[in-house]
């Protein structure tokens, strides 16, 4: 039986990958004739133009027509039909035609969604594989283990990424339906003599009169804090080395996860701080009780630094609603390649009736 090609692309603020599978009547299987993922700096309309005709370019592809192509981009979708990228500098607005002009396939076979959606069912299909296939997350709090009802998907990366998953119950069972949330991008709320300082670095250093949860809870965000807070140091107090073609912001995380560098570790738990602070509000707005997730690269590197920082102690400060927030379960997610995988899985799907989910 012939196997339809699935190709996804996962777009962020500036770095994109790509992932070729075939989809049978048994599944998704990685295509043997292209690399497991390929990787691009992508921070422009004209580079994520030249990124996708590079990989439609491979041998493989042409020689083997597309049946779906899966788009997860890091902006608010509107019906499915256009984007507008939350990080780019430049032209922001991309429509679906404009892709399939690429060279992406027409006639509804290319799907656009939010990147943190795609997350949502590639998060959902690793967490209903059994046994070994199974993701890996490590639970942070003493709440009760993986279960029932609704959950939360958080990715501090480049941007903040936040969605939720709603367990819709049908007579077949129970099937994950994610919704994106832009709360990233709502003015924070600032409580702490620390987050005004940082606010107030904003406000006079990048014009930013009322800093977002974005502004402070990405790798901007990051450098953003050490700045701020490397002014009050006392002068002579080393700063934070970058390795050779490392990010600043990594390295920032980096020698604030080895203590290198007091500012940098103070810069971190900041970080943290205003994490948990989000991911409070996020709980408080879906109830997860089936777990809230924190996923992406940063969590992977940085593990060791949130489970023994001050992310949990922010999340938990609430005077009214402490209690209910300590029966929400939170796991740290031990793969950072979510978004693709989900938009393989719902490329599969797609022209298939998309499975039911036990959420166990």
């Given amino acids: 039986m012939k196997e339809d090609v699935i ?32 990787r691009e700096k992508v921070a422009s309309k004209a ?8 990989i ?31 990080n780019w500098s430049g032209e922001k607005e991309i429509a679906l035609h404009e892709f399939e002009d690429w060279g992406l396939p027409d006639g ?42 609704n959950r939360i998907f958080i990715a501090p990366g480049t941007g903040l990424g936040a969605a939720a998953i709603i367990a819709a119950k049908s007579p077949s069972g129970v099937s994950p339906v994610p919704i994106a949330a832009e709360l990233q991008h709502a003015p924070m709320p600032i409580l702490s003599a620390e987050e005004a300082l940082v606010a107030r670095w904003l406000r006079r250093e990048k014009d930013i009169l009322h800093p977002s949860w974005d502004d402070m809870v990405s790798g901007r ?34 020698q604030g996860v080895a203590k290198d560098n007091v500012v940098a570790e103070h810069a971190l738990g900041f970080f943290y701080t205003c994490l948990g602070r989000f991911c409070q509000l996020m709980a408080l707005g879906f109830q997860p009780f089936g777990g809230i997730f924190i996923g992406g690269a940063s969590t992977t590197h940085n ?24 029966k929400f379960p939170i796991y740290l997610v031990g793969k950072g390649d979510l978004n693709p995988d989900g938009a393989l899985w719902l490329g599969h799907f797609s022209n298939r009736a998309l499975p039911t989910h036990e959420f166990s």
């Fill in 303 to 326: 593990r060791d630094f949130i489970k023994n920082g001050l992310f949990i102690k922010a999340f938990l400060n609430n005077q009214a609603q402490q209690s209910l927030l300590g």
């Fill in 221 to 254: 965000g990051l450098v953003h804090a050490y700045w701020a807070l490397y002014a009050k140091t006392p002068a002579g107090l080393p700063g934070v080395t970058p390795n050779q073609g490392e990010d600043f912001a990594a390295a920032i995380a980096r």
């Fill in 108 to 149: 509804g076979r290319t799907i656009l969604l939010n990147d943190m959606e795609a997350g949502c069912y590639g998060l959902a299909e690793h967490l209903n594989k059994p046994g070994p296939n199974r993701i890996s997350v490590e639970r942070l709090t003493d709440a009760p283990g993986v279960g029932g009802g």
């Fill in 56 to 86: 439609l370019a491979s041998p493989v592809l042409t020689d083997a027509p597309i049946a779906r192509a899966v788009i997860a981009l890091a902006g608010p979708v509107i019906r499915g039909s256009a984007v507008t990228m939350s």
């Fill in 47 to 54: 580079q994520l133009r030249a990124f996708i005709q590079n």
């Fill in 7 to 38: 190709l996804g692309f996962d777009v962020g603020g500036t770095n994109s990958r790509a992932v070729v599978a075939r989809s049978g009547k048994d599944g998704l299987d990685p295509h043997p004739d292209f690399p497991p993922i390929v």
